[in-house]
């Protein structure tokens, strides 16, 4: 009897440490789900700042542009200066056409507006270098800003990837964790199944009825069992003698099954 209530005690306790265990992976289940959905939600927030981050730099180096399109204006509403040869040589054809020397003034006309074209086109060349070296100086800067909030998104999304992997390294240490410590707590209370089993602290002798030395101290300690400390003397032979008195019946419904709930 006492081995067959052991082994039923051994196979309730492996039922409800497994099912401890199968509820800690599961619990463990949706808490991984529950962190997974949670850092999704993190690194999409995330992505949207970064979007926004770029939307607002885009349209900063808009305005940027604009705003220097604006002040070239007055460099490409210029006037040339000539040069005093040039204007000297316009001078001349107009006195060499008021003489009445056309021939000359011709010349010289001829001479003033291949200078004037050349002189015309190294002025719209300079103003147009000045205007694209202010376009490459502030194409430079948007680009130094570009690479610098590249630089900045990329250690934000390091930052970010390197918290969401620790949490669930961290998610996974806890899990490993208190998997150990039931493991650790299944053990104990598995070995504590012995202490569990109804036993008798001592095995009745055989020689209790007949004459020896202790017969009379025997038969005192059965008179004062009553009023004898569960696990005296006293106590265990009236325990014996309630038990040799029980029958079959009686044992079996004495050691059925009990259910102990001083452990989750």
């Keep these: 009897l006492k081995e067959a209530y052991e082994q039923e005690e051994k196979q309730r306790e492996r039922s409800r440490q497994l099912d401890e265990s199968r509820k800690l992976g599961d619990a463990f289940v949706h808490l991984d789900h529950d962190l997974q959905m949670e850092w999704d939600e993190k690194m999409h927030q995330f992505e949207l700042k970064c979007e926004e981050m770029w939307k607002h730099l885009a349209e900063r180096h808009a305005v940027a542009k604009e705003e220097l399109n604006k002040s070239c204006e007055p460099l490409r509403r210029l006037k040339p200066k000539f040069s005093p040869e040039l204007l000297a040589m316009m001078r001349s054809e107009t006195v060499l ?32 270098a000045r205007i694209r070296l202010k376009y490459e100086r502030l194409e430079a800067a948007q680009e130094e800003e570009r690479k610098e909030t590249h630089s900045r998104i990329h250690g934000m999304r390091t930052t970010i990837n390197r918290k969401r992997d620790l949490a669930l390294k961290r998610q996974k240490q806890r899990f490993t964790n208190n998997s150990q410590d039931m493991t650790h707590a299944h053990k104990l209370e598995f070995s504590d199944i012995q202490a569990r089993v109804p036993k008798l602290a001592v095995k009745p002798r055989k020689s209790f009825m007949q004459t020896s030395s202790t017969f009379k101290g025997t038969h005192i300690c059965r008179e004062l069992a009553p009023t004898h400390t569960p696990g005296s003397w006293g106590g265990v032979l009236a325990v014996v003698d309630m038990q040799a008195s029980q029958s079959q019946a009686e044992i079996m419904n004495l050691t059925r099954s009990v259910k102990f709930t001083g452990r989750d």
């Design 97 to 128: 056409a008021k003489q009445h020397r056309y021939n000359e003034s011709n010349e010289v006309k001829r001479r003033v507006e291949i200078r004037r074209a050349v002189e015309l086109q190294d002025f719209n060349e300079s103003i147009a």
